[in-house]
């Protein structure tokens, strides 16, 4: 459910106070100096997807700042903040950038940061733990206060996931919009890579924008029963080779990352699946898995569970063998580095495939 904090209501000499508890309500403490003399009316509507905090701000001229006074009440966050309307000038690690329409940029909040907007202004910002995005501190102190621009590469597509992400939030469930989150993560961490030089032996920019519309397309067809590395390099023109070396950069395989985003919409179907009159069977096959008995052993092996015990006890989480409530990380995680042993897809292993559970989820090398 969406929470909405508004200044309009209240007298230009009430709104300064008020704003300012606003912000800090909603983002981290930060100081705020509004720099109008008869205030304009703000606005945050914000959700919460998983660990991530989506806001949404419309306000007046103003500087806010993260001072060393601040930063000692332990709070480490990043706050991803896409510009609609205005420019901001954005301070951080002896950095300043102007961030313009359609650009966006991060802040730290483990140090001093400041972003001053002479004039009226939205953005939409989105604020998760420092811990939940996986690159390295060198690199991130290499990216604050920085400008990417919306309009092209890598960072196009990031911002356009983000901007889509935040106008679907309000309607998404805490199970899908939590996957969904973590998924823009990883695709923010990838950008990240990519601007470090991470992908320098093979055209940073290429690589990073290639693996971002595979994985798309992936998605966009994963109940095909018939996907497979072959079909996903011709449709890029590329090598299968070099679709496995992209996906090499992230510890994963193809087959690895199709399966773990296949029992994914299982796991969350099979928990809707009685009240529309569907078995398992039925679910397995409308996520690409041909055979049922194969399904459940990757499921099982994935989840520690069979898939007919989740669907029967998942809700109640009392299911036997470790299942889980609804709502509740599963053990494997979109876009998450695992490293299940076997390699091949759930809807063509020909052969059983044996599986481990995932190791740590967002294991970065």
């Known amino acids: 459910m969406s929470v909405v904090l508004s200044t309009a209501s209240l007298s230009a000499a009430d709104r300064g106070e008020r704003w300012h508890h606003a912000v800090s309500r909603t983002f981290i403490p930060l100081d705020v100096h509004l720099l109008e003399d008869d205030p304009s009316p703000g606005r945050i509507v914000s959700n919460q997807l998983g660990s991530l905090r989506i806001a949404q701000v419309q306000a007046g001229p103003q500087t806010v700042t993260r001072s060393r006074r601040l930063i000692g009440d332990g709070k480490e966050h990043l706050i991803l903040t896409l510009q609609q309307r205005g420019t901001s000038l954005k301070e951080q690690d002896g950095r300043q950038a102007r961030i313009g329409p359609g650009d966006f940029s991060l802040s730290d909040s483990t140090r001093l940061f400041r972003k001053t907007v002479q004039s009226d202004f939205s953005f939409t910002s989105f604020q998760f733990p420092r811990t939940d995005l996986r690159v390295r501190d060198e690199d991130l102190r290499e990216v604050t ?193 695992s490293s299940p042993t076997s390699p091949t897809l759930g809807a063509s292993c020909p052969t059983p495939c044996p599986t481990r559970p995932p190791s740590s989820p967002h294991s970065r090398p």
Not at 199 to 214: D, G, I, K, M
Not at 236 to 251: A, I, P, T
Not at 275 to 282: D, I, P, R, S
Request: net charge positive; glycine share 10%.
């Open 145 to 337: 206060a920085t400008a990417f621009s919306g309009q092209e590469g890598g960072a196009a597509l990031v911002a356009a996931y983000f901007a889509r992400l935040a106008r679907e939030a309000p309607g998404l469930d805490a199970l899908v919009g939590g996957q969904f989150a973590a998924t823009a993560l990883d695709l923010l961490a990838l950008l990240i890579d990519e601007r470090c030089g991470r992908f320098a032996s093979q055209a940073p920019e290429a690589a990073a924008a290639t693996l971002v519309r595979v994985k798309d397309h992936i998605l966009r067809h994963l109940a095909d029963p018939g996907l497979s590395p072959p079909e996903i390099a011709a449709a890029h023109f590329m090598s299968v080779r070099y679709l496995h070396k992209l996906f090499q950069l992230e510890g994963v395989t193809v087959g690895e990352w199709i399966r773990t985003q296949r029992l994914e919409r299982c796991r969350r179907d099979l928990l809707r699946s009685p009240a529309l009159g569907h078995g398992v069977a039925a679910v397995a096959r409308r996520w690409g898995f041909v055979s049922p008995s194969h399904f459940s052993r990757v499921f099982r092996a994935a989840y520690g569970v069979a898939p007919r015990e989740w669907q029967t006890h998942g809700l109640s989480g009392d299911g036997r063998n470790g299942g889980e409530r609804e709502g509740t990380p599963p053990r494997t995680g979109a876009l998450h580095r």
